[in-house]
């Protein structure tokens, strides 16, 4: 134990750690930010996800952990309102074909080199909002720039930068089908390593009386499926049921990535394409404790790089635990519900071997254009009681025999996707 004690030190100490952490936020950083909110471009990203398909939204589904039938069983969302399987809402957020745009200028350029080199970036919650669904043979592209960016004094790493990037996910028919903002947290690694704010916690363990209560929790989780769930038999102060996440494994983490989470335009990539990588983003890549460069997203399975930068142990992408959050709304909404809007705060770091319980109750019951519309709260509850993740829903539910349909998106933003895309056809058609 001594042994392994000092190596981890030693590791922590190097100059290639120390080098990797000692990046700042300086005020030129946040001058430049400054100048680029309200700046969008398209997307040049390529995800490993283009185009939606029957397997890729099944695998991205249990990725999540979700086997709801109608994204995973062709046979039985064929039977549905929606005549096939869609995808779970979330999952446009990685979907993506490079769309095809003018050039920024100089001055864009020259804002965005460099800037905030070498800082860390966490999510830190989100907001979505649906127009339409997913289906397989969709090709999904995106418009995006940053709409605030505020410094704010972190208890976890002193200085830090809150920024809410707001991205439009536009299909090959032009139509606008979501709007996610995510907001982004931008930190110095090394005031976080110094402060250690989270270094006395220690990693869960379980005996098997408490992974049998876990599993209870599992085995009573129920999906209500082609049930309809009709807005007049629910009421305020309805729970919506009690799901279970983790304990959380490595093997979580390779799985939500097997699903398609690319972590693009940073991808993480094998032998030669990591080599061209180490060449285009080298500060993505910091030495491990064997010499060798690896990617400093590893914090998500590493413990000695998370604890490098002021994490006691390593943790999850906080997106994973937004599309649980999704999957556990649609669970209880069921098919012919829409989960229209979500706003999430991911207030604390889910660790590994950490377990999330997921409660939620109805808060507001209305009719708004026509819709039948329940408001509810969702709290993500870890093994320690620490509520980590607090969330608001909007869901349209079924009123008898009408059908809900999906909101148009605001005009101004449908003729801005439709301007886009029909620039990325233009400029498709003279590259051809």
Known sequence: MATETTDKVNVLQSEEWKKATEYAITDEDIARQQKLLGYEEASPLREYIQTATT????????GCGNDNPLHCEPDYAARTRWGGVIAPGMMAGIIN???????????????RKSLFRGVHVFVSGSTWDWYRPVYPGDTLYSFSGDESAEVKASEFSGR?????????????????????????VLTERKTAAKKGKYSAIEPARYSDEDIAEIDAVYAA?????????????????????KMAKGPLTVTDVICFHAGGYG???????????????RQRIAPFYVKNEYGVPDVAQRLHWDPLWAQAIGNPM??????????YLYHYLTDWAGDDALVLHVHDEIRKFNYMGDTQFITGEI????????????????????????ETVRATAVIALPSGSSPVIYPDAPQDLQERA??????HWQLAAQKA
């Open 221 to 241: 989780e129920h999906v209500q499926g082609a049930a309809k769930r009709d807005f007049a038999s629910v009421g305020v102060g309805d729970s919506l049921g």
């Open 160 to 184: 830090s930068v809150i920024a809410v990037r707001r991205t439009v996910k536009v299909n090959q028919r032009s139509e606008v089908v979501a709007v996610y903002r995510a907001l982004r």
């Open 363 to 386: 808060t507001g019951k209305r009719q708004e254009n026509g819709r039948n519309l329940v408001d509810v709260t969702v709290r993500f509850t870890n093994q320690r009681g620490d």
């Open 314 to 323: 390593a943790y999850d992408y906080g997106v994973m635990r937004e599309n």
């Open 55 to 62: 397997d890729n939204i099944r695998n991205f589904a249990h």
């Open 97 to 111: 074909a490079p769309m095809l745009g003018d050039p920024p200028s100089s001055e864009i350029k020259a804002l």
């Open 263 to 277: 972590f693009v335009p940073y991808a993480p990539t094998v032998g030669r394409l990591a080599y061209r990588n």
């Open 418 to 423: 439709a301007a886009m895309m029909a620039r």
